[in-house]
């Protein structure tokens, strides 16, 4: 078989080493490449080696974080007033509080945000959770807001996901544009650091810029782009249609093993700091799940999930103590079975990634 491998190989490597024009592989087809001559093995080799990991990557886990989304029974406004074809048509309703879908490649359920701690869920101590897999408010023995308590930095470098997804050979690759020079303007204070990256930070882990948007690499947190150029956070940003946008992410899943991407906008509209109606802020949501699902890879799983309720309660601008959804597809719908709360979110996808390793 190897003998095989290799001339097919070689044969590749003729065609590359004699074409006019340099070839044009995806992002990371070079750290591949570079991996399999560190084991020794000849130029024909790690050509073959590159060219499987991007037929055999297609099982993948792409997660969608939405900020800021609760769930009611009964379904009320915004969820009832919204054009939702992509989520009505794939859970066969509107998803509400007492929805619970347990199918093959189907899962849907809503889970609780508040972590057993008194007070409205907040994002700083939710994100933590998400992304580490540790209860955060429970460690610290409240919600914190926004951004993560300074004293759960460490733990949250300690407990990274993307560490240990990293640390277990999988790829990961966030997808949510940051601002730039993100970490510097962190240092003079003029940004504050997310929980996400934070834990990318541990994993030593790029985080998508501007012109990585341009290039189509990247999704900005508000989907389109339409509102952050409204406050002229990109440059010249073009903005992208919420499918565009979807088909990025799922396209994405074909060079990276976990694919990270948060959406804060329903958070802002709730709070009011984005004036748009909750029902729009919905259907774009409703549309790039669209795009994802008509490009995802037919192996590749989808999860879904916030951090806490807000906007589904248009009478105030305050978080809810609602539950929160979680959606998941493929190879994570098995899973999300066992997913209670926040804090069983990394587990899900960690189980999802070693599952599809060993298929």
């Given amino acids: 078989m190897l003998h095989h491998a290799e001339q097919v190989a070689s044969a590749l490597a003729h065609v590359f080493e004699t074409c006019t024009m340099v070839p044009c592989f995806p992002r990371g087809v070079p750290a591949v490449c570079n991996q399999a001559l560190g084991r020794k093995l000849n130029f024909h080799t790690a050509v073959l080696a590159t060219i499987l990991s991007y037929t055999t990557y297609a099982m993948s886990v792409l997660v969608c974080f939405i900020d800021g989304l609760g769930l009611t029974d009964p379904a009320q406004p915004p969820w ?23 199918q093959p490649a189907l899962a849907f359920r809503p889970i609780d945000a508040t972590l057993g701690v008194p007070g409205l869920p907040q994002s700083g101590t939710g994100h933590t959770t998400l992304w580490t897999g540790v209860n955060a408010a429970a460690r610290l023995g409240r ?24 640390a277990a050979g999988f790829r990961v690759q966030l997808a949510t544009v940051h601002r730039t020079p993100y970490w510097e303007l962190v240092a003079q204070r003029k940004q504050r650091a997310t929980a996400a990256a934070f834990a990318a930070q541990a994993a030593n882990l790029d985080l998508p810029t501007p012109a990585d948007f341009k290039a189509g690499w990247a999704v900005p947190w508000d ?14 940003a073009d903005i992208i249609s919420p499918q565009a946008a979807g088909q990025r992410l799922a396209q994405l899943t074909s060079q990276s093993d976990l694919v990270h991407y948060e959406c804060y906008l329903p958070d802002f509209v709730g709070h009011g700091r984005i004036e748009a109606p909750a029902e729009l802020v919905l259907e774009l949501i409703d549309a790039m799940l669209a795009g994802v699902l008509a490009h995802l890879p037919a192996h590749a799983a989808l999860i879904v999930v916030s951090d806490h309720g807000n906007i589904e309660e248009h009478e105030h601008h305050r978080h809810t103590f609602n539950p929160v959804p979680l ?30 390793a060993n298929t």
């Fill in 80 to 102: 009832t007033t919204a054009r939702l074809p992509t989520l009505r048509g794939l859970l066969g309703a509107v998803p509400t509080s007492s929805l619970i879908i347990d």
């Fill in 143 to 166: 919600h914190y807001p926004a951004y993560p308590a300074p004293s759960q930095r460490s733990m949250i470098a300690e407990h990274s996901l993307f560490r240990r997804c990293v």
């Fill in 223 to 236: 989907i389109t782009g339409q509102f952050l150029q409204r406050w002229d956070a990109f440059d010249k």
């Fill in 327 to 356: 959606l998941a597809t493929g190879a994570a719908a098995p899973f999300a079975a066992s997913v209670r709360a926040l804090d069983d979110v990394a587990t899900l996808i960690e189980r999802t990634l070693h599952a599809q």
